[in-house]
């Protein structure tokens, strides 16, 4: 067995009952070894053991009461992977899927992320397996500062920064905020995704889609291609789908396909902006289904399977593939037959949206592919925009922050071409997996064995 192999094998038997954190190790060992083995002191730091080992691991009770006065228990975790290049960083995510595993692969995977932002931000994930569908705003407030109560502990402008992810947007935000206020007794940057009125930043909500088809578009320009025309298929219509969407429409794509966890629509003329108005209003004002888009538009097609299965059932031809939604949510034979319907071009807006198996088919078949750390790092990389921000006192301008992550987006587009090109493929996931990791050992080693 190779030295890589037997890495791998150790971090395996470690963390047996964590797949998405194995996946997530093995695909980024994969890309790093040569770099790691061809230096002696890397190999001497034993910088990659250091790495797979989260500096701090918080699990919490979280004790609140729902409207009938019945008590519930939910579990909260904070993962603190890596402080080397700055303050811990990363999402919350409330969903009933979540514990130790899930949140460890993406605190890993926001370690490189953060680090291709080009801006000081160490990686961390946190969140509980509370479900927010079906609650009342009361009991997710309740749930919020019952959360936040034990949170404030561990965390802190200058220590650990949280934002939003799956479930956890403006309004968990907001309450968050509030009640870390309360206890501490200070108006400060501690969380990002603020109210626009109260330290948020401008183009925050609108950055993880916004950049990454920002992204997208320096992906395609380098194959002397554009976004007019392309027919593109988004998965999920949270926050990421729905302002990816937003972008692609306005840059002349036309976007035929959403789903949620239930359901996918096809809207073969594609969305405009009145409808996908509408996706908005039904998903973050009633916090309902996509399939009530067929109420007002009865000329669409809904289906109750994902983006991926229902393109390969109906033969549906895309250009482009920005999966939105959720880990490992396109697989192998779902990505053959994206190829085989014409898609030159996936790019991933959710963490990991993608099976192995789906990552080595798009290599192989050199279709472009933009993995999550370099494609959708426009969210926390505004997170970070966010947080300068705070510490200036002063709030930027839309245009101001939207040029700023322009700029980070082609940023991060060179790291990966520098260090991803072979043979006039550009290898993306290569090249953005080396480009983070050597940022993150190089501070690690400057910070001595701690
Ligand atoms: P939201 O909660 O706003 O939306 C998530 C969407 O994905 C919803 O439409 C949801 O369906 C759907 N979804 C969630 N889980 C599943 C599932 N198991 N199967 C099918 N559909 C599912 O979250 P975000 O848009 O913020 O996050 C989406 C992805 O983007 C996640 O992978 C997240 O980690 C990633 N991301 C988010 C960033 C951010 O700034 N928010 C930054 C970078 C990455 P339903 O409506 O039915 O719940
Ligand atoms: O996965 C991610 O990058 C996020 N959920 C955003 C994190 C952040 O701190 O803005």
């Given at each position: 067995m190779s030295e890589k192999e037997k890495f791998i094998k150790a971090v395996e038997e470690k963390n047996a009952d964590q797949p998405e954190f194995i996946q997530c190790v093995r695909e980024i060992v994969e890309s790093v070894w040569d770099v790691y083995e061809s230096s002696d002191k890397f190999k001497k730091a034993r910088v990659l053991d250091l790495l797979v080992e989260p500096e701090r691991v918080i699990i919490f009770k979280v004790a609140w009461q729902d409207d009938a006065g019945d008590v519930c228990v939910n579990r909260g975790y904070r993962v603190q992977f890596n402080s080397a290049i700055g303050p811990f960083k990363g999402?919350?995510?409330?969903?009933?899927?979540?514990?130790?595993?899930?949140?460890?692969?993406?605190?890993?995977?926001?370690?490189?992320?953060?680090?291709?932002?080009?801006?000081?931000?160490?990686?961390?994930?946190?969140?509980?397996?509370?479900?927010?569908?079906?609650?009342?705003?009361?009991?997710?407030?309740?749930?919020?500062?019952?959360?936040?109560?034990?949170?404030?502990?561990?965390?802190?402008?200058?220590?650990?920064?949280?934002?939003?992810?799956?479930?956890?947007?403006?309004?968990?935000?907001?309450?968050?905020?509030?009640?870390?206020?309360?206890?501490?007794?200070?108006?400060?940057?501690?969380?990002?995704?603020?109210?626009?009125?109260?330290?948020?930043?401008?183009?925050?909500?609108?950055?993880?889609?916004?950049?990454?088809?920002?992204?997208?578009?320096?992906?395609?320009?380098?194959?002397?291609?554009?976004?007019?025309?392309?027919?593109?298929?988004?998965?999920?219509?949270?926050?990421?789908?729905?302002?990816?969407?937003?972008?692609?429409?306005?840059?002349?794509?036309?976007?035929?396909?959403?789903?949620?966890?239930?359901?996918?629509?096809?809207?073969?003329?594609?969305?405009?902006?009145?409808?996908?108005?509408?996706?908005?209003?039904?998903?973050?004002?009633?916090?309902?289904?996509?399939?009530?888009?067929?109420?007002?538009?009865?000329?669409?097609?809904?289906?109750?399977?994902?983006?991926?299965?229902?393109?390969?059932?109906?033969?549906?031809?895309?250009?482009?593939?920005?999966?939105?939604?959720?880990?490992?949510?396109?697989?192998?034979?779902?990505?053959?037959?994206l190829i085989k319907n014409g898609c030159f071009c996936v790019a991933a807006g959710a963490n990991m949206p993608l099976t192995s198996e789906a990552v080595a088919l798009l290599r192989k078949n050199k279709i472009l592919y933009g993995p999550g750390k370099a494609a959708n790092a426009g969210g926390v990389a505004t997170s970070g925009l966010e947080m300068t921000q705070n510490s200036l006192r002063f709030n930027w301008t839309r245009e101001e922050v939207d040029g700023k992550l322009k700029e980070i987006m082609k940023s991060i587009h060179r790291q990966c071409v520098q260090y991803g090109s072979e043979d006039g493929y550009v290898d993306y996931v290569k090249g953005a997996n080396i480009a983070g990791f050597l940022k993150v050992a190089n501070a690690m080693i400057e910070q001595g064995v701690c």
């Amino acid at each position: 067995m190779s030295e890589k192999e037997k890495f791998i094998k150790a971090v395996e038997e470690k963390n047996a009952d964590q797949p998405e954190f194995i996946q997530c190790v093995r695909e980024i060992v994969e890309s790093v070894w040569d770099v790691y083995e061809s230096s002696d002191k890397f190999k001497k730091a034993r910088v990659l053991d250091l790495l797979v080992e989260p500096e701090r691991v918080i699990i919490f009770k979280v004790a609140w009461q729902d409207d009938a006065g019945d008590v519930c228990v939910n579990r909260g975790y904070r993962v603190q992977f890596n402080s080397a290049i700055g303050p811990f960083k990363g999402g919350l995510r409330f969903h009933p899927s979540v514990k130790l595993g899930l949140l460890k692969f993406l605190a890993f995977e926001q370690i490189f992320k953060n680090s291709l932002t080009t801006l000081p931000m160490g990686g961390a994930k946190g969140g509980s397996d509370f479900d927010p569908k079906g609650k009342s705003d009361n009991e997710v407030m309740r749930f919020c500062h019952a959360f936040m109560g034990e949170l404030y502990r561990h965390i802190g402008p200058n220590t650990d920064v949280p934002a939003g992810d799956i479930g956890v947007g403006a309004r968990e935000i907001g309450y968050m905020f509030g009640k870390y206020k309360k206890i501490k007794n200070e108006f400060t940057g501690v969380l990002t995704g603020k109210g626009a009125t109260w330290g948020g930043s401008l183009i925050r909500p609108e950055a993880t889609g916004y950049g990454l088809v920002y992204f997208v578009q320096d992906m395609l320009e380098l194959v002397g291609k554009d976004l007019k025309d392309k027919t593109v298929a988004i998965s999920g219509a949270g926050n990421v789908a729905q302002y990816a969407a937003e972008k692609v429409i306005q840059l002349g794509g036309k976007v035929i396909m959403l789903c949620d966890s239930h359901s996918t629509v096809i809207d073969e003329i594609g969305l405009d902006s009145d409808k996908l108005g509408h996706v908005m209003h039904i998903k973050n004002v009633k916090r309902g289904r996509i399939k009530e888009y067929s109420d007002k538009y009865p000329s669409v097609c809904v289906i109750g399977k994902n983006v991926w299965e229902v393109i390969k059932e109906k033969n549906i031809k895309v250009d482009v593939a920005l999966p939105c939604a959720t880990q490992n949510e396109l697989d192998g034979e779902n990505t053959k037959a994206l190829i085989k319907n014409g898609c030159f071009c996936v790019a991933a807006g959710a963490n990991m949206p993608l099976t192995s198996e789906a990552v080595a088919l798009l290599r192989k078949n050199k279709i472009l592919y933009g993995p999550g750390k370099a494609a959708n790092a426009g969210g926390v990389a505004t997170s970070g925009l966010e947080m300068t921000q705070n510490s200036l006192r002063f709030n930027w301008t839309r245009e101001e922050v939207d040029g700023k992550l322009k700029e980070i987006m082609k940023s991060i587009h060179r790291q990966c071409v520098q260090y991803g090109s072979e043979d006039g493929y550009v290898d993306y996931v290569k090249g953005a997996n080396i480009a983070g990791f050597l940022k993150v050992a190089n501070a690690m080693i400057e910070q001595g064995v701690c």
